[in-house]
């Protein structure tokens, strides 16, 4: 019997699965071995049991499990949702049950049904929590929250270590107070091994104001001791040209976070095409539904996928502002309660101050960093004490 004829063997025994992905692994070395030693052959019950009893079971990991898995998919569904860029149990978890209706062409329940299925079995494989769970259970994956460093140790010790994996963080100021200087600093930062403040993966960076520059990129690399060519090619760059096609972009994002190990999206900035496009109170309704819809997605995708999301927001004015600082974030309050995480950034002569605004369990405070060739840094009379603004 021929290698090809073993392999075909092989995925006919299996209860699921793709014939495509047996013949994609013959030109892949790394996967014949597991092909040679796990040949079905003709054997008798006795023997058939204690190799059951002995060989390791491997699981394929999460993100690889088609949706085909999932009792009720058929061989039709499956290609609407494929069409839909839904390709795995994952990116039908992370889909809202109205975009699934829409891909299928159904009704709601239906969507909700084949949403609750993805659920259920990442629960089962351990990849989300039950719906009940322990508080101590939660605590202890607290403790094993990723993070990743921003460059400033003031910035890192306001935000408890860094931006945090799962969540999402944002950054909203005015013009130069030093947001796009930020994301460009966790553009390298995130490439680092953990030893160095970073998660060892790659980054999207979704730009909507056309402020992406690899020359700054290549600069902090040089100036933090980097070699920048690895790192340009760690940064995956799409340019939001509307807010249909900023949806569209973050809707197709589970296929590139499978192929280049994403731990680190970035949103340049989260509401400007939305600001722009939807003028008057006419349409306000209609703009805060579709931004809603956006960073909810936003939300599922770092808590589905693992990765960490970083959103830059644009400010304005208040003009009923007597006292204080009249400047807010735009967005209203569905940006300000989709937000893990909220930072307040300005400028205060040559230096920056970020101040935790909103936080389920950070302290509200501030803290220095400046701008310089490292990207963001903390300033140099405060290298060695890190004083804290308060």
């Known amino acids: 019997m021929s290698f090809l004829e073993l ?45 059951s009893n002995t060989s390791p079971k491997v699981s394929p990991p999460v993100s690889d499990i088609e949706i085909d898995e999932l009792e009720g998919i058929g061989p039709a569904t499956k290609e609407k949702l494929n069409n839909a860029g839904i390709l795995t149990v994952t990116d039908l978890a992370v889909k809202s049950p109205s975009e699934v209706a829409e891909a299928i ?38 403790k094993a929250i990723e993070r990743i460093s921003t460059g400033s140790k003031n910035l890192d010790d306001l935000l408890a270590g860094g ?3 799962q969540a999402v963080t944002e950054f909203y100021g ?49 100036a933090r001791g980097y070699d920048p060519d690895p790192v340009l090619n760690g940064i995956i760059v799409a340019k ?8 569209l972009i973050l809707g197709e994002l589970g296929a590139r976070v499978r192929e280049f190990r994403v731990r680190l999206v970035i949103v340049d900035s989260a509401v400007a095409h939305y600001r722009a496009e939807f003028l008057g109170r006419g349409t306000l309704s209609e703009r805060q539904q579709r931004l809603n819809k956006f960073m909810h997605a936003l939300v599922r995708t770092a808590e589905i996928y693992n990765l960490a999301v970083v ?18 974030a735009t967005g209203g309050h569905v940006v300000a309660h989709t937000s893990t995480y909220r930072v307040y950034v300005r400028k205060t002569g ?22 310089d060739e490292k990207g963001i840094d903390d300033p140099p009379e405060e290298s060695s004490s890190r004083r804290r603004v308060t």
């Open 7 to 51: 392999n075909v063997q092989r995925r006919k025994s299996q209860p699921s699965g793709s014939l495509k992905a047996a013949f994609k692994n013959l030109n892949n070395p790394a996967t014949m071995v597991p092909f040679l030693f796990k040949v079905p052959r003709e054997k008798d019950e006795q023997s058939k049991e204690a190799e």
């Open 105 to 142: 062409g159904s009704d709601l329940a239906r969507a909700v049904e084949l949403c609750g299925k993805a659920r259920i079995k990442l629960v089962e494989l351990h990849y989300l929590d039950d719906d009940f769970v322990p508080a101590s259970e939660i605590y202890k994956k607290r």
């Open 163 to 165: 931006i945090e994996s």
């Open 174 to 222: 005015e013009f130069g107070s030093g947001k796009t200087q930020i994301c460009h600093t966790l553009c390298v930062m995130v490439q680092q091994p953990k030893e160095q403040g970073g998660l060892s993966g790659t980054v999207v960076y979704i730009d909507t104001e056309n402020t992406f520059r690899p020359e700054r990129i290549v600069g902090i690399a040089q």
């Open 240 to 247: 939001a040209y509307n807010s249909s096609h900023q949806e």
């Open 311 to 328: 959103a830059t927001n644009q400010v304005q004015s208040s003009p009923d502002t007597f006292f204080g600082d009249p400047t807010k």
């Open 350 to 371: 040559k230096n920056r101050v970020a101040r935790m605004v909103d936080s389920p369990y950070h302290p509200e405070r501030e803290a220095l960093f400046v701008l």
